[in-house]
C-alpha cells in the first residue's frame, strides 16, 4: 500500500480503500476523501463491508470530536450533550443515505456542512430557550426572539470575551479592528495598518496569528 | 420549497467555509451576496461568534460516554440501513418487480396512469424509485390494477425504491443526484386539480 501522504485512491476504488483501511492509515486522508470513498462503497454489491463499515466509524468518531467543538458545553443544558447527538444522529443518517444532500455536502466540504448543521440544531435550542424568559441571560438591550437572536449589546459581549482570550496586546488590536469589518489596509479609507501605525505585511501577519491562535485553541472543530 | 432549502443550504455552507470566524465586513459582504439569506446568514454569524466565546473559555472534550453513545449510534444506523438489503435480498428472488407487475397485467405506465385515473407523471416517478412514504389509498388502488396484494406491491416498490432510476436528472458537474420525493410533494406538483389532488391526499 502507498503511503497516504500520496495521492489518495479513487472513491469506488475498493481495493486500494480496503488496503488503506487494513494498514490504519485512514487518519493520514482528508475526511472529505475518506467520506466520498465511504459513500462510493458502502452497500455496493460485492465490495466486501467489513472495511466499509470500518471507514463509517472512523468517520463518525470525526464527526463527533468536531460537532463537539462546535457547541457550546455552557449555553445549553446537560453540557450540550443533546445538541452534540441530535446533530451527530442527522449527520450519520445523511452520512449513510446515498441521496441526502448532506451526505454530498460532507464530501465537498465536511467541517462546513458539520458547522452549518450544528448551527442550525443551536440556533433552535436558543430560540426555544429565549422564549422561556426565566432562562433569559441578555447583558444589554433585549432582542426580540421572533425578529432576532441576540441583541446587538450581546453580540458584541461574545466578540469581547474572544477578544480577551488574546493575550498579545498588540495582536488583540489588530484582532479587535478586523472583527469591526476594518481591513488590513486600504487605499481609500482607515486601516488597521493605518490606524495602528503599522505596515500592511505586519498588520495582516498579526490578525492571521490570532486566528491560527483560536483555532489552536478551540482545538479540533 | 426543496430547491430554496438547498440554496439556503449552499450558501451558508460556503458563508462558514471563507469565514471561519465571521466579521462585521464579512456578514455584510455575504449578505448583498444573497439577499434572500440575510436573517439566516446574520443569524448563523452571531452563534458562530456565541458558540466560538463559550469554547475559547471552556473547551468540551468528548467523555467516555458521548463516545460509547456515538458508537452504539453508528452500529445502529448501519443496521437499520442494511436492512433494507436484507429485505431486498430475500424478495428480489422471491417476488417480481414492479415492471414484471405491470407486464403481467398487461398494462403500460400510461394506461395504469388512465385507469387509476392519475396523472402519467406520478406513475413514472413510482416506477422509477423515485417517489417514498406513499399513501394506503393510492397503494391500494394501485394494487388493484396490477392484481397484485398490497403486501406483494409494497414489497416492489420497496425494491424500486433502493434502486432509482437518475431517469434524465444527472448533472453536468459534479455527481448526479437522485431527486426523491413523497409521494405528497409529487402529487402537488403533478398538475392535477386541487380536488384530485385532495382525493389522492385523503386518508382512507
Known amino acids: ?221 | 420549497m426543496e430547491d430554496n432549502q438547498q440554496e439556503r443550504d449552499e450558501a451558508l455552507i460556503a458563508f462558514h467555509e471563507e469565514c471561519d470566524i465571521p466579521t462585521r465586513a464579512d456578514v455584510e459582504r455575504w449578505v448583498v451576496l444573497h439577499p434572500k439569506f440575510a436573517h439566516d446568514i446574520r443569524e448563523h454569524a452571531a452563534v458562530r461568534l456565541a458558540m466560538l466565546a463559550d469554547t475559547i473559555e471552556a473547551a468540551v472534550e468528548l467523555d467516555d460516554d458521548m463516545i460509547a453513545r456515538a458508537g452504539s449510534r453508528v452500529q445502529a444506523a448501519m443496521f437499520a440501513a442494511e436492512a433494507g438489503d436484507r429485505v431486498v435480498d430475500a424478495t428480489a428472488e422471491a417476488g417480481p418487480t414492479l415492471n414484471g407487475m405491470l407486464k403481467s397485467a398487461g398494462l403500460t405506465q400510461p394506461e395504469l396512469a388512465r385507469r387509476l385515473p392519475i396523472k402519467r407523471v406520478v406513475v413514472a416517478d413510482l416506477f422509477a424509485g423515485r417517489m417514498r412514504d406513499l399513501r394506503p389509498r393510492f397503494s391500494t388502488a394501485i394494487s388493484r390494477e396490477l392484481g397484485v396484494s398490497v403486501a406483494a406491491f409494497n414489497v416492489a416498490h420497496a425494491h424500486a425504491a433502493r434502486i432509482p432510476a437518475l431517469g434524465g436528472r444527472a448533472k453536468s458537474v459534479g455527481q448526479p443526484v437522485v431527486n426523491q420525493r413523497t409521494f405528497e410533494e409529487i402529487i402537488r406538483s403533478s398538475g392535477m386539480s386541487e380536488e384530485e389532488i385532495a382525493y389522492w391526499l385523503a386518508d382512507v
Open chain 1, 1 to 221: 500500500m502507498s503511503d497516504a501522504d500520496d495521492e489518495p485512491p479513487l472513491p469506488g476504488d475498493h481495493q486500494s480503500w480496503r488496503l488503506v483501511v487494513n494498514h490504519g492509515q485512514l487518519s493520514g486522508f482528508p475526511e472529505g476523501v475518506i467520506v466520498g470513498a465511504i459513500r462510493a462503497n458502502y452497500r455496493r454489491l460485492g465490495v466486501d463491508q467489513q472495511f466499509v463499515r470500518e471507514m463509517i466509524r472512523f468517520i463518525s468518531r470525526r464527526m463527533l470530536e468536531v460537532i463537539r467543538g462546535e457547541i457550546s458545553s455552557t449555553a445549553f443544558p446537560n453540557q450540550g450533550r443533546d445538541v452534540v447527538e441530535d446533530v451527530h444522529a442527522a449527520m450519520l443518517d445523511a452520512l449513510l443515505s446515498p441521496t441526502a444532500a448532506d451526505g454530498e455536502g460532507l464530501r465537498k466540504w465536511f467541517k462546513s456542512t458539520l458547522r452549518t448543521r450544528s448551527i442550525d440544531h443551536a440556533r433552535k435550542a436558543i430560540i426555544a430557550k429565549k422564549r422561556n424568559p426565566d432562562t433569559v441571560d441578555d447583558p444589554g438591550d433585549m432582542a426580540d426572539p421572533q425578529t432576532e437572536l441576540f441583541s446587538h449589546a450581546e453580540q458584541e459581549v461574545y466578540v469581547q470575551r474572544i477578544l480577551e482570550s488574546i493575550r498579545d496586546k498588540d495582536k488583540r488590536a489588530a484582532f479587535m479592528l478586523h472583527m469591526q469589518g476594518v481591513p488590513c489596509s486600504s487605499k481609500k479609507g482607515p486601516s488597521i495598518a493605518s490606524i495602528l501605525g503599522i505596515s500592511p505585511d505586519t498588520a495582516a501577519s498579526r490578525v492571521a496569528a490570532v486566528q491560527k491562535q483560536l483555532t489552536k485553541k478551540i482545538g479540533n472543530s
